[in-house]
């Protein structure tokens, strides 16, 4: 069974930075690829960013490329999402999620979620 648990959001001011932590139980972290999601209020669950088993490649949705960067720690079983220059837009539920083998961009490619931390950036 693979769980993740994710942490590290907040509120924070425009044009601030925060680090995401999604940490991954079990001994199958290097066989799962990993993704980070977001929902802010009234609006559908959208991509964020992803990253391959060996952190080799990483994906990015349009709207945070260069500001977001996501990594992983294989040994310590963990991926983060490194967030900067952060806007009011970015205000939202962040999720970390997890397939087996292939990098995945779309919801549905996601076989595990976290509980989501809650990102709040003010104006």
């Known amino acids: 069974q693979v769980q993740l648990v994710e942490s590290g959001g907040g509120l924070v001011q425009t044009g601030g930075s925060l680090r995401l932590s999604c940490a991954v139980s079990?001994?199958?972290?290097?066989?799962?690829?990993m993704g980070w999601f977001r929902q802010a209020p009234g609006k559908e669950r959208e991509f964020v960013g992803a990253?391959?088993?060996?952190?080799?490649?990483?994906y990015y949705a349009d709207s945070v490329k260069g500001r977001f960067t996501v990594s992983r720690d294989n040994g310590k079983n963990t991926v983060y999402l490194q967030m900067n220059s952060l806007k009011p837009e970015d205000t939202a539920d962040y999720y970390c999620?997890?397939?087996?083998?292939?990098?995945?961009?779309?919801?549905?490619?996601?076989?595990?979620w976290g509980q989501g931390t809650q990102v709040t950036v003010s104006s």
């Open positions: 999620a997890a397939r087996f083998w292939s990098t995945g961009t779309a919801i549905n490619e996601y076989v595990y």
């Open positions: 990253i391959s088993r060996n952190g080799g490649s990483t």
């Open positions: 079990g001994r199958t972290f290097s066989s799962l690829a």
